[in-house]
């Protein structure tokens, strides 16, 4: 049996000077190399001897599209993939002449209760991965069900606070950087990484790691590359020096730059239809209004552009947007329709593997590539409490990846000016400074010949 495999020195050394180890837990930042050194000490177990191995998550629907696609990659990978089956909900080790099979089989951990937690009896070997998700209550369910004789739970995490559940049940100290294993804690072996400790970091999460040291804080470049803890401190999309700044701004723009066109679309009622134009980087034009029904919004687009088909509107395909949007592009109009809660990487425009939605991707291509150089309406105060009120945060995964609050949450913190309770001006603010700055104009051209 020829296996290729790479796991992680400090990782492969954890496990061969641990054997007697019954719980094992990876901690560390982002790019450890814990997920792989984990799945494949699973996939070699279970070749030496039958075992039935329960991969999970908190939440069950990143189960299968995480654990078992791991899994089966390493599994692949490393050349093995004729010694196992790959089924819709577990992965099977063949029997073999001397061995009976194996089994691997995922499930999420948010629904264990009292009644179904039984249903994991016979577990050899469980892998809780992306563990500071888990709440405390779960672990207290599934620990006393691993009861076969030289059972092991295996347990990787990123640090994220200091009250993370996993975390403090976990560490002596749960603020004393690097962290160590809590003594008191019966079999615990305990494992503190970097991603400085991997030297299979993949080249892309290398210029990642480089590229964060300006993206980011120092204190949250820490927490993502250091596992370090989070700061948990408010973070806001923008701010108001910047803002103010590119409102003092006053741009030319030359005969060859064309008009660029941002259409946030509300539902008829209290939230503004918005429409901001730029010729550019510098508006020279905008409108908002509210309660309109969609045929009096596609007239005011169409008297806005001056039914110039050059025009590229970048519009909001919400439920209203998205009729104006057809209508728009029957006519000949050259519509971009955004939907703002898509995954960031359906676009790719700016930073997918750092933003969580394209909404958010908006915001910080327009914060990061385009405000230093905008020329902003000197008046325009809406819309700049908008946006510089509009609070983010990272991802709960503990993938280092952004995701601007939604309006509703806006609502409940947000000072709002003269009754505008929903961020419309700045959302059309960021659709109009969105996807043809910086790089992205051949993309636009092979996208829709502009």
């Not at 819709?88 to 009976?100: D, G, S």
């Not at 309406?377 to 819309?383: H, L, S, V, Y």
Request: glycine content about 6%.
């Amino acid at each position: 049996m020829n296996i290729d495999i790479k796991v992680v020195p400090k990782v492969e050394n954890f496990f061969r000077t641990n054997e007697n180890a019954s719980i094992y837990v990876i901690c560390g930042s982002r790019g450890k190399g814990a997920t792989w050194g984990i799945g494949y000490e699973l996939i070699l177990k279970s070749l030496i001897a039958p075992h039935f191995a329960l991969c999970s998550r908190e939440i069950k629907d990143t189960v299968d599209v995480s654990s078992k696609r791991t899994i089966e990659r390493l599994i692949t990978d490393a050349g093995l993939k004729d010694y196992f089956k790959f089924y819709a909900k577990e992965t099977v080790r063949k029997e073999t002449k001397t061995l009976p099979e194996s089994r691997f089989i995922y499930t999420g951990l948010s629904k264990l209760t009292e009644d179904n937690v039984q249903g994991v009896e016979g577990v050899t070997m469980v892998w809780l991965g992306e563990a500071h998700t888990m709440e405390l209550s779960t672990w207290q369910k599934l620990e006393p069900t691993i009861r076969e004789d030289g059972s092991k739970i295996y347990i990787d995490y990123n640090t994220r606070t200091a009250n993370t559940p996993i975390h403090l049940l976990m560490t002596e100290d749960p603020l004393a950087w690097p962290f160590r294993g809590n003594p008191k804690m019966r079999g615990l072996a305990y494992l503190f990484l970097t991603s400085y400790d991997n030297p299979y970091l993949p080249k892309k999460l290398l210029d990642m790691r480089e590229a964060n040291k300006v993206q980011y804080s120092k204190e949250d470049w820490e927490w993502i590359w250091l596992g370090k803890l989070q700061n948990e401190e408010d973070h806001y999309v923008c701010n108001a020096r910047d803002f103010k700044e590119a409102m003092g701004r006053d741009l030319p723009y030359g005969p060859d730059d064309k008009p660029v066109v941002g259409a946030d679309i509300a539902h008829m009622g209290g939230d503004e239809i918005v429409f901001y134009m730029r010729i550019g980087m510098k508006i020279v034009k905008r409108f908002a209004r509210s309660k309109m029904h969609a045929p009096e919004v596609y007239r005011a687009l169409r008297e806005f552009v001056e039914d110039d088909l050059e025009v590229l509107i970048n519009m909001d395909n919400g439920h209203v947007g998205a009729a104006v949007a057809d209508w728009m592009e029957q006519d000949g109009f050259m519509v971009n329709r955004i939907n703002f809660g898509s995954p960031s990487s359906d676009a790719k425009y700016y930073d997918p593997e750092h933003c969580y939605e394209v909404a958010t991707d908006m915001a910080f291509n327009f914060v990061e590539n385009c405000l230093p150089v905008a020329s902003l309406p000197p008046d325009d105060n809406i819309c700049m409490q908008q946006c510089v009120q509009r609070k983010w945060k990272f991802r709960l995964d503990g993938k280092a990846v952004r995701q601007i609050e939604s309006k509703k949450d806006f609502r409940d913190h947000a000072i709002h000016l003269e009754g505008h309770k929903s961020p419309d001006r700045c959302d059309a603010l960021w659709l109009c400074f969105y996807l043809d700055n910086y790089g992205h104009k051949e993309r636009l051209h092979d996208m829709i010949g502009y």
